[in-house]
């Protein structure tokens, strides 16, 4: 565990090193080679000063300045370019389906239920390695855990489902644009970058900017703080001098956020190769095929024993790996044209699931390792603090919404129309939609704010602890 989650700091801040050298290099001019120095060296001495405190204002900071970024950024690019609806339907007629010649979109670019062909497995899988990156994700893990007890993680974790699935279908408006208005972009990572440079005046084009550093900052102060900490108690405090004072172990998990930053600036050369996005795919798909897993299985079945938690992560980890080689690389694996069509995380769990629960039937497990609360729940004299099923509700109503619009599709009968509609006297609706979720988001931005600003002042007011 020590081992993978190191590793995915390591690259995690790679990526945003190379990602803010990116953003340096675009606005600036600033070879990116030389803006990666620039940016750790921001990002090195704010995480060493600040410790976790700083943490927590800069992901506050990173969710108001991005999400009202984008919120503000629609009725912007409309104004500046039309609405969403009279856009594209320009490009791709007014049922969404008919492109113009040179336009570079597909029929249907818009409709939610059309995919550009090949793409429905590995939509599939992007989702299924979305769904067990949560449980072993060290940015998930510390705000979940930060929750004053389960039900406020519930409502916390629900608010944040359905603002950033908001804020999502905001940036997909956005990305389509930037598809639309730079169809032979080199680099699809800038896309937005470009797309603000071109739509957005002077102050808001700077905030924009400010939001991608925020999110590099965040997510570097973070992955550094994490992987220290984990060095610190898992290895030093372990192996080495395991009696030795707070002071001391502080200085020893600074020296280690020294060492994980120079890691990580070996490695962010790398994602210049392959982008970030596959970058982060590639690495991700790993270790969410040995941890998830294991984690899960950890946590509700008692059979499983270290021995076999050890091997079964290495065994699927090696395997995973080999696979997106034989794949033919990142993308390959995970848009599955390396392998009979089939995203690599399917074979990558079919190799785990098994070596996982065999080896736990097979090999037997030790009550007296497993830890005091964990065994106080599997034998039933603990009972865990029971929620709502709020979530189902908030699940169903999403699955039951895509039914009704599929069924609504299916009723009309030969070719249908894209959707959200582009045309037609439910246009408006599209322009509407986009709107309203923008003003939402806006609402919730300056709500975070405030409480963020409240429990400020209160950490303040009760001083040194």
Same mark, same amino acid.
């Given at each position: 565990?020590?081992?993978?989650?190191?590793?995915?700091?390591?690259?995690?801040?790679?990526?945003?090193?190379?990602?803010?050298?990116?953003?340096?290099?675009?606005?600036?001019?600033?070879? %990116?080679?030389?803006?990666? $120095?620039?940016?750790?060296?921001?990002?090195?001495?704010?995480?060493? #000063?600040?410790?976790?405190?700083?943490?927590?204002?800069?992901?506050?900071?990173?969710?108001?300045?991005?999400?009202?970024? @984008?919120?503000? &950024?629609?009725?912007?690019? $409309? =104004?500046?370019?039309?609405?969403?609806?009279?856009?594209?339907?320009?490009?791709?007629?007014?049922?969404?389906?008919?492109?113009?010649?040179?336009?570079?979109?597909?029929?249907?670019?818009?409709?939610?239920?059309?995919?550009?062909?090949?793409?429905?497995?590995?939509?599939?899988?992007?989702?299924?390695?979305?769904?067990?990156?949560?449980?072993?994700?060290?940015?998930?893990?510390?705000? #979940?855990?930060?929750?004053?007890?389960?039900?406020?993680?519930?409502?916390?974790?629900?608010? $944040?489902?359905?603002?950033? @699935?908001?804020?999502?279908?905001?940036?997909?408006?956005?990305?389509?644009?930037?598809?639309?208005? &730079?169809?032979?972009?080199?680099?699809?990572?800038?896309?937005?970058?470009?797309?603000?440079?071109?739509?957005?005046?002077?102050?808001?084009?700077?905030? +924009?900017? @400010?939001?991608?550093?925020?999110?590099? #900052?965040?997510?570097?102060?973070?992955?550094?703080?994490?992987?220290?900490?984990?060095?610190?108690?898992?290895?030093?405090?372990?192996? +080495?001098?395991? =009696?030795?004072?707070?002071?001391?172990?502080?200085?020893?998990?600074?020296?280690?956020?020294?060492?994980? *930053?120079?890691?990580?600036?070996?490695?962010?050369?790398?994602?210049?190769?392959?982008?970030?996005?596959?970058?982060?795919? =590639?690495?991700?798909?790993?270790?969410?095929?040995?941890?998830?897993?294991?984690?899960?299985?950890?946590?509700? %079945?008692?059979?499983?024993?270290?021995?076999?938690?050890?091997?079964?992560?290495?065994?699927?980890?090696?395997?995973?790996?080999?696979?997106?080689?034989?794949?033919?690389?990142?993308?390959? =694996?995970? +848009?599955?044209?390396?392998?009979?069509?089939?995203?690599?995380?399917?074979?990558?769990?079919?190799?785990?699931?098994?070596?996982?629960?065999?080896?736990?039937?097979?090999?037997?497990?030790?009550?007296?390792?497993?830890?005091?609360?964990?065994?106080?729940? $599997?034998?039933?004299?603990?009972?865990?603090?029971?929620?709502?099923?709020?979530?189902?509700?908030?699940?169903?109503?999403?699955?039951?919404?895509?039914?009704?619009?599929?069924?609504?599709?299916?009723? #009309?009968?030969?070719?249908?129309?894209? &959707?959200?509609?582009?045309?037609?006297?439910? *246009?408006?609706?599209?322009?509407?939609?986009?709107?309203?979720?923008?003003? &939402?988001?806006?609402?919730?931005?300056?709500?975070?704010?405030?409480?963020?600003?409240?429990?400020?002042?209160?950490?303040?007011?009760?001083?040194?602890?």
């Amino acid at each position: 565990m020590t081992f993978w989650q190191v590793l995915w700091g390591v690259f995690s801040i790679g990526i945003c090193l190379f990602g803010g050298a990116l953003l340096v290099e675009s606005v600036f001019g600033v070879p %990116w080679q030389l803006a990666l $120095f620039i940016v750790l060296t921001v990002s090195l001495a704010y995480t060493i #000063m600040g410790g976790l405190r700083a943490v927590v204002i800069t992901d506050v900071a990173q969710w108001v300045v991005i999400t009202l970024g @984008t919120a503000l &950024f629609v009725p912007l690019v $409309f =104004a500046r370019h039309g609405t969403f609806t009279t856009f594209f339907s320009n490009l791709l007629g007014a049922r969404g389906f008919s492109p113009g010649t040179g336009v570079g979109l597909w029929p249907g670019f818009t409709d939610i239920f059309t995919l550009p062909p090949g793409m429905l497995w590995p939509l599939i899988g992007f989702g299924i390695a979305g769904s067990l990156w949560i449980p072993i994700d060290l940015g998930f893990m510390q705000r #979940m855990l930060a929750a004053k007890n389960p039900n406020e993680g519930q409502k916390g974790s629900l608010m $944040f489902l359905v603002t950033i @699935t908001l804020w999502a279908t905001l940036m997909l408006a956005l990305g389509g644009y930037g598809r639309g208005l &730079f169809p032979g972009l080199d680099n699809p990572d800038t896309v937005i970058i470009h797309l603000a440079r071109d739509s957005m005046p002077l102050l808001g084009a700077a905030l +924009f900017v @400010t939001a991608v550093a925020r999110a590099v #900052m965040s997510t570097v102060d973070t992955y550094l703080s994490a992987a220290a900490a984990i060095l610190t108690q898992n290895v030093y405090r372990r192996f +080495f001098r395991s =009696a030795a004072g707070d002071a001391h172990y502080i200085a020893v998990s600074r020296a280690f956020i020294v060492v994980v *930053a120079l890691l990580a600036l070996l490695v962010a050369p790398m994602v210049s190769i392959s982008g970030i996005f596959l970058t982060a795919l =590639a690495i991700q798909m790993i270790i969410c095929v040995s941890l998830a897993p294991m984690m899960l299985l950890a946590t509700f %079945w008692r059979r499983l024993s270290e021995p076999v938690a050890f091997w079964g992560n290495l065994v699927s980890a090696v395997a995973t790996l080999a696979l997106v080689f034989a794949a033919g690389g990142p993308s390959a =694996a995970m +848009f599955g044209s390396g392998l009979r069509g089939v995203p690599v995380i399917f074979y990558g769990l079919a190799v785990a699931l098994p070596v996982y629960i065999l080896g736990g039937l097979l090999v037997p497990s030790r009550p007296e390792a497993i830890g005091e609360q964990f065994r106080a729940v $599997f034998e039933g004299r603990i009972q865990p603090e029971r929620v709502s099923n709020t979530d189902i509700k908030v699940l169903g109503g999403a699955v039951a919404l895509i039914l009704a619009v599929l069924g609504i599709r299916a009723s #009309m009968g030969g070719f249908p129309a894209a &959707f959200p509609p582009l045309g037609g006297r439910s *246009a408006w609706l599209t322009d509407a939609y986009l709107l309203v979720v923008a003003a &939402f988001v806006i609402g919730i931005s300056m709500y975070t704010l405030v409480k963020a600003y409240t429990w400020v002042r209160s950490e303040l007011e009760s001083g040194p602890r």
